[in-house]
């Protein structure tokens, strides 16, 4: 599983703040407590010494009722025992004010008064544990909301600062298309890392694009120097042909020759085009209409059809205009109508539908779906009972993706049927 | 009728040549650019074919010349090259037809009367063939004065074949001529079958002797004897 890079760096502090606040939470609270009873101690200690010093040398043994009734923290009790020694304890004593049990801590200390021996008992109440851990838990809970959304701001505006020409060079990676002219800009950033990052994409991308555009060059080029070849053999059949003596054999020779040619030239026709479509060597801004290369084509393609019993139905009835380019068009509708007569059965049915939306060449072909895997690479022959190049589809694809619309392929009911969204 | 070929493939030229010879063409080869000025100045020429590609420089220093010189020589550019921006270029400079290469010579042939009747017969536009007479403004067809309806694949079939009369026809070049590119695309000609056949009988039926021979399994011929 993968997630972003700010939440990656944001989790792990505050697993740490947490951890921290946890662990530590336990000795808070045993600090804070020692702390608090060291307190109590000493505040008993210092209210004997008070007493002692100040109130015991005239108190009288009448007094003591007095005394204990103003006094709310301390008693005088008759002791028995005659010890000798402070005793601190602690007791929970039932409030019927608060309706709870209260701790106390208590301090009592052997005095003589008027020449008998008397307990001098005095208290202090305590905070009960529960309070003081649910105070804890109070201002812990305070503490680490505070501090993660703290945490939480800061990591996220910082890093959102700090990655922001990482996201940048992310965002121009992923539209770069090997294929399209256009070469992605870094603007310098102020981070090292990050500029050395820009700069190794640069010259990766600025290699590959030059190396993708020397490959396409490259086809170009072979396939115009072949042409004049091509040219001197056709024409050197052209004359050869006239010559009277030539018999019924030769002319069977000359005949595979003939188709020969015919399939070079079609195979360079073909590389041309699609070299050219890579080079975007075609305008996109004329105006063209569908129902009239469709209408226009349908004649040729009706002399094929006739020849294999195929029937061409066509449902062209509402006027498709687009913008894009004419002679890409005329050869993407001629690929479109070549390869469904090509893969129609004797005696089967082909049928054309154009939408606004979409154009549907659909025919009646074999009982096997073409594998679309492979279905647009180029030379790979789905059927190879046929003369086709392999390029048909691939220039088809071509043109479709050049223009920026999608095509599908389905087969239903033995229909093979080939979609060209706009 | 002088022509001039231009072009630095001499096999290219010469099949060019051979085929055009027999039709009353008198034929000169040039292969680089300044042979060819040098013939462009001292002589006309009805029709030249000009390659672009040329190793002294490019066929459009010829086209200038020609409009330098005054001269009326059609021109039919045979190039490599089949860019729009090439043949707007070449129509901008004077040239007439463009031809891309590889073609047919029958194709090349029809090109060149073409050419040569737009420049030198204007205003008549009637081809005569023994019996036949075609109307090339009006597009119809008179056998024996009599009109016969043709579609215009079988008008443009028939101006193709006695264009390239006594020559042999391969099935594919007829294609072309009347398909275009579309022909380009197919392994199978024998559509052309239907239309010969529909010809055949149009030009039979108005007691028009029998031109139109088959050669083999090749192609078709249009024979006068």
């Known amino acids: ?422 | 009728m002088k022509i001039l070929i231009i072009e630095d493939e001499i096999q290219l030229a010469e099949s060019i040549q051979g085929y055009l010879k027999s039709n009353d063409f008198v034929i000169e080869l040039a292969s680089t650019i300044e042979i060819a000025s040098e013939k462009i100045e001292l002589y006309s020429y009805d029709c030249i074919l000009l390659d672009l590609m040329l190793p002294d420089g490019n066929g459009f220093e010829i086209l200038k010349k020609l409009q330098q010189l005054n001269k009326t020589s059609g021109v039919i550019i045979l190039s490599a090259k089949e860019t729009l921006e090439t043949k707007i270029e070449g129509f901008n400079f004077g040239a007439d037809d463009y031809l891309t290469k590889p073609f047919h010579l029958s194709e090349l042939l029809v090109r060149i009367q073409a050419l040569i009747r737009r420049k030198n017969f204007q205003g008549n536009n009637i081809l005569t063939f023994e019996e036949i007479n075609i109307d090339l403004q009006s597009k119809s067809v008179k056998v024996n004065n009599i009109l016969i309806d043709t579609t215009k694949k079988e008008f443009e079939l028939l101006l193709f074949l006695i264009g390239n009369k006594n020559k042999v026809l391969s099935k594919g070049s007829i294609a072309e001529h009347l398909s275009g590119d579309l022909a380009d695309m197919l392994d199978n000609h024998d559509f052309i079958y239907a239309h010969i056949k529909n010809l055949k009988k149009k030009l039979n039926e108005a007691s028009c002797r029998d031109y139109i021979k088959t050669v083999y399994g090749f192609g078709y011929k249009w024979q006068n004897d």
């Open chain 1, 1 to 422: 599983m993968t997630e972003k890079l700010l939440s990656k760096t944001l989790k792990s502090y505050l697993l740490f703040s947490v951890v921290i606040l946890l662990v530590l939470a336990p000795v808070f609270y045993f600090f804070t407590e020692r702390l608090y009873l060291d307190d109590s101690d000493e505040t008993l200690i210092l209210r004997k010494n008070e007493f002692i010093k100040l109130t015991l040398p005239s108190m009288k043994e009448s007094d003591i009722s007095i005394w204990n009734k103003i006094s709310k923290d301390g008693k005088i009790e008759k002791s028995n025992s005659i010890s000798e020694k402070d005793s601190l304890y602690f007791h929970s004593e039932f409030d019927i004010y608060t309706n709870e049990n209260e701790p106390y801590h208590i301090l009592k200390s052997p005095i003589l008064i008027e020449g008998k021996s008397y307990s001098l008992v005095l208290r202090v109440n305590l905070i009960e544990t529960k309070d003081l851990i649910l105070n804890i838990v109070l201002l812990y809970s305070i503490i680490i909301i505070l501090l993660l959304t703290g945490l939480y701001i800061i990591t996220k505006k910082m890093s959102t600062k700090l990655w922001k020409p990482f996201y940048n060079t992310l965002n121009q990676i992923e539209q770069f298309e090997l294929d399209k002219d256009k070469i992605p800009e870094f603007t310098p950033t102020s981070i090292e890392e990050f500029d050395r990052l820009n700069n190794d994409i640069s010259k990766l991308i600025e290699k590959n694009s030059q190396i993708f555009k020397s490959q396409r060059e490259f086809v170009e080029n072979a396939a115009h120097e072949l042409q004049t070849p091509l040219a001197i053999f056709q024409l050197t059949i052209d004359s050869l042909i006239q010559d009277p003596k030539i018999t019924a054999e030769q002319f069977e020779i000359l005949t595979k020759l003939n188709n020969t040619i015919v399939r070079l030239k079609r195979l360079n026709t073909s590389l041309l085009l699609l070299s050219k479509i890579d080079g975007n060597q075609f305008v996109t801004n004329e105006k063209v209409n569908l129902n009239e290369i469709i209408f226009n084509q349908m004649d040729f393609f009706k002399d094929q059809a006739l020849a294999r019993t195929i029937e061409i139905k066509s449902d062209l009835k509402e006027n498709v205009l687009l913008t894009t380019n004419n002679e890409l068009t005329e050869i993407l509708i001629s690929n479109l109508y070549l390869n469904a007569i090509k893969h129609t059965v004797q005696n089967g049915s082909l049928s054309i539908r154009l939408t606004k939306e979409s154009l549907i060449f659909s025919n009646t072909g074999d009982h096997i779906s073409l594998d679309t895997d492979k279905l647009y690479q180029r030379f790979s022959k789905l059927n190879p009972s046929t003369h086709g190049n392999g390029l048909g589809l691939s220039i088809i694809k071509k043109i479709v993706d050049q223009n920026k619309w999608s095509i599908h392929y389905s087969f239903e009911n033995n229909q093979h049927l080939f979609e060209v969204k706009f």
